[in-house]
């Protein structure tokens, strides 16, 4: 059974950092590119951060580029997403989201999806 399982999440300072990890029971997790996505209540989930098979391709949003950086490990099958100065804007649910075609950064082409992890960050 393909799983993904997020971890790290929490209340954070504007300012500070997180780390959000993504576990993925994969028989081949280098087969999988893999996307971050978060979402606040009412609003539909928005594109975070994707990254390649081999994580020679990375692409961020607008929201996150220059704070964040989405990083792979195959031998260990597992995402990280960090994002430095953290915004009270950043708080939501974050998911990680796998497929097997190149990065995109449109929720509706992943297949697998985490249950999410909340970011909540305090002014």
């Known amino acids: 059974q393909v799983q993904l399982v997020e971890s790290g999440g929490g209340l954070v300072q504007a300012g500070g950092s997180l780390r959000l990890g993504c576990t993925a029971s994969?028989?081949?997790?280098?087969?999988?590119?893999l996307g971050w996505f978060r979402q606040t209540p009412g609003l539909e989930r928005e594109f975070v951060a994707t990254?390649?098979?081999?994580?020679?391709?990375?692409d961020y949003a607008d929201s996150v580029k220059g704070r964040a950086t989405i990083s792979r490990d195959n031998a260990k099958n597992t995402v990280l997403l960090q994002i430095d100065s953290l915004k009270p804007e950043d708080s939501a649910v974050y998911y990680c989201?796998?497929?097997?075609?190149?990065?995109?950064?449109?929720?509706?082409?992943?297949?697998?999806w985490g249950q999410g992890t909340q970011v909540t960050v305090s002014s």
């Open positions: 989201a796998a497929r097997t075609a190149g990065p995109s950064h449109s929720s509706r082409d992943y297949t697998y």
């Open positions: 994969f028989p081949i997790f280098s087969h999988y590119s």
């Open positions: 990254i390649s098979w081999w994580g020679d391709t990375t």
